[in-house]
């Protein structure tokens, strides 16, 4: 599982969440108030990862909120989408999004609006940006803000678009840093740099965790603070119970 997270920012400090001894999770960030919320990026005891994407920041509760329950709740993808199928159901309006979820056994994307869920699920692989594939969103997205959107969701589809011509050929986890880090048109690895202020976005942290089975799910984290073709990513292992010691090891590793 993977993630590039760009904001319009030219620097941000992941705040961590310990709180729970089967789960850990990056904390997201609420795009109209700023302030964090939920999960943008998470993992359980049971090798299941979520990560999400923002599609539309409306004035509603943040999606970051349904990515931590599934982290803290679901074992399976059948249960994730329960999760979120009583959600959307529920008396709380959600920011709209898509999530990816993965477990050793099985993807999953879930596209998400106030009042709306699609799902398609993978034994192999599956991309998700910053526009909805199933739901036909693109329109109402647009007029939410013509100018910008109308350009956002272009960048979103070339990036879509790209992604998903390098996973085919990719072999290992070598190429999915190699992707992380590329540049072609709507590059991957973003820098600020943009003709159109819109989409000056840069990529303030760069994700990919891997999980590999024995006996338990060996879980192993790796983290590149701003664009990943400048920076070092440093990886360290997630080992449950998160025990006080090993939430130490964690914060000495991370790059704040």
Not at 79 to 89: P, Q
Not at 116 to 126: G, H, I, V, W
Not at 177 to 190: G, P, Q, T, V
Request: charged share 25%; hydrophobic share 35%.
């Amino acid at each position: 599982m993977f993630k590039n997270k760009d904001f319009k920012v030219k620097s941000h400090t992941d705040e961590l969440a310990f709180e729970h001894s089967h789960a850990f999770g990056v904390q997201g960030v609420n795009l109209r108030t700023k302030k964090t919320a939920g999960f943008s990026i998470g993992v359980n005891q049971h090798g299941l990862v979520a990560v999400n994407s923002n599609i539309l920041a409306t004035p509603d509760s943040p999606y970051d909120l349904i990515t931590e329950r599934i982290v803290l709740e679901a074992k399976t993808i059948d249960e994730t989408v329960k999760i979120c199928e009583r959600e959307v159901k529920g008396r709380k309006d959600y920011q709209w999004c898509n999530m990816v979820v993965a477990t050793p056994e099985q993807l999953v994307a879930l596209e998400l609006t106030s009042s709306e869920l699609a799902t398609a699920q993978s034994n192999d692989y599956l991309v998700r940006t910053n526009h909805h594939i199933i739901l036909k969103t693109n329109e109402d997205i647009i007029d939410a803000d013509p100018d910008k959107n109308r350009q956002n969701i272009e960048h979103s589809k070339i990036r879509f678009n790209n992604t998903n011509k390098i996973l085919k050929v990719a072999s290992d986890v070598k190429d999915i840093f190699s992707l992380l880090k590329s540049h072609h048109e709507a590059a991957i690895c973003r820098h600020g740099q943009s003709s159109t202020q819109d989409l000056s976005y840069t990529t303030v942290y760069s994700y990919l965790i891997t999980i590999h089975i024995e006996k338990s799910p060996k879980i192993v984290f790796n983290v590149a603070k701003g664009p990943p073709c400048q920076h070092r990513f440093v990886r360290f292992n997630i080992e449950f119970p998160l025990i006080t010691e090993k939430c130490k090891q964690i914060k000495q590793y991370y790059p704040f």
